[in-house]
């Protein structure tokens, strides 16, 4: 049974930086793109960032792109997610996934088409 850990999480003043951390066990990580995907309060899951499963492409949120950077170690079976200049509406649960069809062709941003999900690690901006 394949299980996602995401770590690194914590509280950052506006413009820090933080790293997640998401550690795969069971399963085949190699063959699966992987998501970062974030639900603030009181509102819906959306979705951060993607990494295909060579790794060669990434695909983020606009509202991300330029400060988060997605990257993956599969000897290690670990995606990270690099926040720099963090601001407080980046304020929310995070959490990591894996795509459900391996070997996919670029990177989706629906989370319907991740079927394994980690817990979540809260990540709080104060301003």
């Known amino acids: 049974q394949v299980q996602l850990v995401e770590s690194g999480g914590g509280l950052v003043q506006a413009g820090g930086s933080l790293r997640l951390s998401c550690a795969a066990s069971?399963?085949?990580?190699?063959?699966?793109?992987m998501g970062w995907f974030r639900q603030p309060p009181s509102n819906e899951r959306e979705f951060v960032a993607g990494i295909a499963w060579s790794g060669r492409s990434s695909n983020y949120a606009n509202s991300v792109r330029g400060r988060f950077t997605i990257s993956r170690d599969d000897a290690k079976n670990t995606v990270y997610l690099q926040m720099n200049s963090l601001k407080p509406e980046d304020a929310a649960v995070y959490y990591c996934?894996?795509?459900?069809?391996?070997?996919?062709?670029?990177?989706?941003?629906?989370?319907?088409?991740?079927?394994?999900w980690g817990q979540g690690t809260q990540v709080t901006v104060s301003s």
């Open positions: 996934a894996r795509d459900e069809t391996t070997f996919r062709d670029g990177v989706s941003p629906d989370p319907n088409r991740y079927d394994v």
């Open positions: 069971g399963g085949t990580f190699g063959a699966y793109a």
